[in-house]
């Protein structure tokens, strides 16, 4: 410790870390700091996503390496419930706080909480969704990676003390870092914290996201080797004929992915609704068995899988299943594959809904891969045209990525350098866009989004809805208004109206619930009426207003009845309780306040 004093000239006593920040200021100015940063960002976020491959492969290793491929094993039954129920008790009896899932508690953090994120979150998403997914549970790996990254980033930022906007950095940051990592993907990083986390660069930050991709890529590339994730060999190049094919399979692409929106979003909902954890672990470990018994190739991320159907084989739709005996029958796997495209949304809506912690990136792809693969296969079979099972598997990826997340560029850049796919750069781009488009028609927001969207919490690029987004009402409120009882009498009014400031009077019981608003220019005329005090009652002059802010409306929805109500203060409500008011002038000087905020940085 060191002793200093303090602008009041009392000595307190200095910290070490207290001390670090004052050099910092000194020494080092913040755009140096944040290239500092992003290097020990991306360096922990790659050895993040280092941990959390690595746990995940050993256990599934450990479980299944004994199975044989021509006979189903029973053990499928179990191994998924045994991951979740693991995962919950560390949830409810170690961690005791809600873990949240991956990419949408990011944007929440982002918009909601001045993008703090919870010191838990730095490693309970990997021990969470390494025994999800290496027990089976049919999701993916990149949301808890990118989670943990962006809470790394979160606290690192608290610790020392950066404003919001820093923060926010350096959550993409970390976002981009684990991306990089996981995938060994560093420019598809760049462009998913651009398009997805929503992070708005100046050219100061975009160094500091170039060298935390980086500095993520590098640290995988060192334990995992620099080949691509997925291994393709082009086998056919792109032709012009094949055009319209790619427009047709794009349009499907769209179609899949909404259908992955909409059933995510149900199953969500039913499991919802079951408020016993233990009954919604045994319901869906028992759906998530049958599944994964059935049909092997559901077990966790898919990774096999998706190698597999670029190299254009199938064998995982039929080994260790109690379909092997049909492994010759072209019209059976190909029905089947499009049987496991159906099915695995239902997997991985089946895995989060019971408890389980993982992403949706790997199950997209995962459906892609086999819609590509179906597609080709299908139109060969009917002597419909004479197209690629390879490169469709390729693009299929690309295609339910941008409709899934509403991310076009991340899905183009993505499949090309996880692949090595790079002479496929324009069906890539063709079915991303198509796809997109087709899935946007149907669905505003992403499967990430929608729900913030909904509650009005998401940030987006358009500048004005970010800034009201992150204005909190019940700092806004002004309590300063005199309030007066139902029963009260027009000489207890009078008495109020001479002693406050204001012109507004909300009506309020002993119990805070609110029951109208007096106005003095409308009881004026009778203010001087003393005839009038004792037997005219407040309840009789006041009236109840057609614009009432409860204080929970996201702050959008608050200006927008500013702007059609015409109105300069508004009443706030809270389950029917009287708070205080809002005041245009309030709301539009913070809105103000913050922009410059943002500008200067």
């Known amino acids: 410790m060191k002793i200093v004093l303090n602008s009041q000239g009392y000595m307190v006593k200095q910290s070490v870390l207290e001390k670090f920040i004052n050099w910092r200021v000194k020494h080092i100015s913040d755009q140096q700091f944040m290239l500092i940063l992003s290097v020990l960002i991306g360096l922990s976020v790659g050895f993040a996503a280092v941990v959390i491959k690595n746990s995940v ?3 599934s290793h450990m479980l299944t390496s004994g199975f044989t491929i021509q006979y189903q094993h029973y053990l499928y039954f179990a191994y998924p419930a045994i991951g979740i129920f693991a995962a919950i ?21 982002k918009s909601k909480t001045n993008g703090l994120i919870k010191p838990h979150n730095m490693y309970s998403s990997i021990i969470t969704s390494a025994l999800t997914v290496g027990f089976g549970g049919s999701v993916g790996l990149e949301g808890p990676t990118v989670a943990t990254g962006a809470a790394i980033g979160s606290n690192v930022g608290r610790v020392l003390r950066l404003n919001y906007k820093q923060i926010t950095s350096l959550l993409g940051f970390a976002c981009a870092g684990a991306m990089a990592a996981i995938f060994k993907a560093p420019i598809t990083a760049i462009v998913f914290a651009l398009e997805v986390i929503m992070l708005d660069l ?3 930050a975009l160094v500091p996201l170039l060298t935390a991709s980086v500095t993520a890529a590098l640290t995988s590339y060192f334990v995992f080797g620099m080949q691509a994730l997925y291994t393709f060999v082009l086998k056919d190049e792109f032709l012009l004929k094949d055009v319209p094919y790619y427009i047709i399979f794009g349009i499907l692409a769209g179609f899949i992915s909404v259908y992955f929106t909409k ?7 039913i499991f919802d609704k079951i408020k016993i954890w233990q ?6 470990g028992i759906i998530l068995g049958i599944l994964v018994f059935f ?15 670029l190299r254009g084989e199938y064998s995982y739709v039929y080994d260790n299943s109690i379909f092997y005996a049909f492994k010759d029958n072209v019209v059976i796997i190909t029905g089947l594959i499009m049987v496991i495209v159906l099915l695995k949304v239902v997997a991985t809506s089946v895995t989060f809904g019971s408890g389980g912690i993982g992403g949706i990136f790997a199950p997209s792809l995962f459906m892609g891969v086999n819609t590509g693969l179906f597609f080709a296969k299908a139109t060969n079979f009917l002597n419909l045209g004479n197209i690629s099972e390879t490169n469709f598997a390729l693009v299929g990826m690309a295609g339910l990525i941008a409709g899934v997340i509403h991310a076009p560029l991340t899905a183009i850049f993505l499949i090309a350098e996880i692949t090595g796919g790079y002479a496929l750069f324009m069906p890539l781009m063709i079915v991303s866009t198509i796809s997109y488009g087709t899935a946007k028609l149907f669905s505003a927001n992403s499967v990430y989004t929608i729900q913030l969207a909904k509650r009005g919490e998401l940030l987006t690029h358009h500048k004005d809805k970010a800034l009201l987004a992150l204005m909190k009402i019940d700092s806004l409120i002004e309590t300063n208004f005199t309030p007066v009882k139902p029963d009260a009498t027009l000489r207890d009014l009078v008495e109020v109206i001479s002693n406050s400031p204001r012109n507004l009077f909300p009506v309020v019981d002993e119990q805070k619930n609110f029951h109208g608003i007096i106005i003095m220019d409308q009881v004026r005329h009778i203010m001087f009426r003393p005839e009038l005090y004792d037997t005219t009652y407040v309840r009789n002059l006041m009236f109840t207003p057609t614009n009432i802010v409860d204080v929970h409306d996201p702050m959008e929805k608050v200006a927008g009845k500013f702007q059609h109500s ?12 009287y708070l205080g008011f809002v005041s245009r002038a309030n709301v539009f000087s913070k809105y103000r306040e913050m922009l410059k905020d943002f500008s200067e940085h």
């Open 202 to 204: 100046t050219m100061s």
């Open 295 to 309: 049909f092997p190739s559901l077990y966790g991320e898919g990774y096999e899988a998706i190698s597999a159907c």
């Open 263 to 269: 059933m995510y979003m149900s199953i969500g909902r």
């Open 566 to 577: 015409g109105k300069f203060n508004l009443v706030v409500l809270d389950e029917g309780k």
């Open 57 to 59: 492969h050993f256990i």
């Open 89 to 109: 008790l560390i949830i409810k009896y170690v961690i005791k706080q809600n873990v949240g899932h991956g990419i949408p508690s990011v944007l929440y953090a």
């Open 279 to 284: 009954y919604k672990l045994l319901i869906g």
